[in-house]
Every structure is written in C-alpha cells, then in structure tokens.
C-alpha cells in the first residue's frame, strides 16, 4: 500500500513539484494526498493544483497562537488520511507537541549539509565559512530545528565565483534529485530510525569514490 503523504510548503514549492512528478510513477511508495501551506498566496498551491493535487491553504495569521493553528493544520492532513508529512520549504517553527505527534512521520528538506549550517541563511554562511563542499539533507523532524536523524544527504561543489543565488540554484537541483529519492526510501519501509542513525538503505557493495573538491587535475 502506497503511503500518504502530506507536503507542508510556504512559497514557490520547487521541492514539492519534484514530489508530485516522482509520485507519479506506478512503483513509486508514496502518493501525494495534499499541499497545505501556512500562506494562502505561495505559489506553490498554484502548481499544486495544475497537478490535480488537492491544495489547503490554512494561514497561521488567521489564528490567535501556534497550537490553534497546528491545531488546524493537523485536522486537514487527518482529513486527508495522511500517513507522513514532507515539509518543502515550509518556514513555520513547529512546536514540539505537533512534532511529536507526528514523530517519525514527518521529514523535511534543508539546503545545507546537516548538521552544519542549521537555520537560515545557508548559503551565504556556507560561503563565508569558506567551505568546499556543501549540499542537501533529508532528515526526520524533531522538535530542535534542522534536526533529526539523517535520511540521505547530497554533495555539490561551491565555485569560486559562487554568490548565495548561484549557490542556492546549485544545491536546489541537487535538492530536486534527493528528495524523491529520500522520501522513497522512507514511505518504503526500506530504512529504520536506531537512535540518531537512519539504517537499512541498500548501497552498492563497492561505493563510489569521495568528491574531492577543487579536483586534482
Ligand atoms: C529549499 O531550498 C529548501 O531546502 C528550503 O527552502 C527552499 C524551498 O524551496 N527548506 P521550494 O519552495 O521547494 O522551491
């Protein structure tokens, strides 16, 4: 039985639409059963919707607090029969009693290389950290942001005439590729949560080489 999954955006929705394609294949583990964003004008609902995915648009403005609002967004992805959530891009701190109601259940999606460069800004601090090599982590939410156990991570390269735009679009390709593959590996059952560890995921017996970045010529 494929897995429901509920994607939680707040802007363009990049992320989500890389879900929706990959959940569109029959073998596929997941399907999408909605998007719901905190911001009524994201333009992700839009894309969303031009995928005949059913959009909520549910705005955290609209409500006194974070738990009635919370309280509110987990109504809808209960409405949904959502098994799992995938947070894509959505910019909403979670209080850790919606976390743990859905602990071990949820992921997210964060443009750096975790654990470092938690929060936000990745990119320019990534750079001014002066760092070679930087990327994309899938984990499993947990109450402190950007945390959780480590579902599939991708390195890219930081280029010398790198600014954090041209960065940023490097890392969301790389983004793009990982997610659906992260969320697979997740809605399949193939992984299992030991601790602070993701275990489980097949990897060829010989793997391949390290990225050394500048290479040596
Ligand atoms: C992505 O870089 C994601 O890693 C971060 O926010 C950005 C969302 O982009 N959490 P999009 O909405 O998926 O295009």
Same mark, same amino acid.
């Given at each position: 039985m494929k897995k429901r999954v509920g994607i939680l955006i707040s802007g363009r929705g990049s992320n989500m639409v890389s879900l929706i394609a990959a959940a569109q %294949?029959?073998?596929? @583990? +997941?399907?999408?059963a909605c998007v719901l964003s905190?911001?009524? /004008? +994201? /333009?992700g609902l839009k894309k969303a919707e031009a995928n005949g995915v059913p959009t909520r648009a549910i705005d955290? !403005? %609209?409500?006194?607090?974070r738990e009635a609002f919370e309280a509110e967004l987990d109504t809808a992805l209960k409405s949904f029969n959502v098994d799992l959530v995938a947070c894509a891009g959505f910019m909403r701190l979670m209080t850790s009693e919606f976390v743990e109601r859905w602990r071990d259940k949820m992921v997210n999606i964060h443009?750096? &290389? &975790? @654990? %470092?460069? !938690?929060? &936000?800004?990745t990119h320019a601090r990534a750079l001014a950290a002066g760092v070679k090599l930087t990327g994309c982590t899938v984990h499993i939410v947990r $109450?402190? &942001?950007?945390?959780? $156990?480590?579902i599939a991570q991708a390195a890219v390269p930081v280029l010398e005439a790198d600014t954090p735009n041209t960065l940023a679009a490097r890392v969301l390709q790389a983004e793009h590729e990982l997610y659906p593959h992260a969320l697979a590996l997740f809605a399949s059952g193939t992984v299992r949560i030991d601790g602070k560890r993701v275990l489980g995921a097949s990897a060829p017996a010989k793997p391949p080489g390290p990225l050394v970045w500048p290479p040596s010529t």
């Open positions: %294949a029959h073998d596929y @583990p +997941a399907e999408i905190n911001r009524p /004008e +994201a /333009e955290h !403005k %609209a409500f006194s607090g443009p750096s &290389l &975790l @654990p %470092a460069f !938690k929060g &936000l800004d $109450p402190q &942001l950007d945390d959780g $156990p480590i």
